[in-house]
């Protein structure tokens, strides 16, 4: 079994930082495509990053130049640095991830985590 856990929300005011972590748990050859997704208030999943195994970062508009994600393959974790946050940053953080476990060859496990919640006070 291989999953996915998320750390590192809370509650900040306008214009603070937060870093979000997302760990992969279980027998893990490689982690591919991990991305950041923050509910929506009708309940989809809006892409905020993602990063490549290759270390490739996407960003939605509302993210480039604030928020950065990186990779530390050797402790299987993605990590989602926040900075200059605003309100409408406000949601439930989601990590998703593409999963190689031992043994499945090249085939991958897309997992989702339980969420983090952000909330940026004005």
């Known amino acids: 079994q291989v999953s996915v856990t998320e750390s590192g929300g809370g509650t900040v005011q306008t214009g603070g930082s937060l870093r979000l972590s997302c760990r992969a748990l279980g027998k893990i050859a490689w982690l591919n495509d991990v991305g950041w997704y923050r509910q929506s208030p009708t309940n989809t999943r809006d892409m905020i990053a993602t990063?490549?195994?290759?270390?490739?970062?996407t960003y939605d508009e509302s993210a480039k130049g604030r928020f950065t994600i990186s990779r530390e393959d050797a402790a299987k974790t993605v990590y989602l640095q926040m900075n200059n946050l605003r309100p409408e940053d406000t949601g439930r953080y989601y990590c998703?991830?593409?999963?190689?476990?031992?043994?499945?060859?090249?085939?991958?496990?897309?997992?989702w985590g339980q969420g983090t919640q952000v909330t940026v006070s004005s």
């Open positions: 990063v490549s195994r290759s270390g490739v970062a």
């Open positions: 998703n991830a593409k999963i190689v476990p031992v043994g499945w060859g090249s085939s991958s496990a897309n997992r």
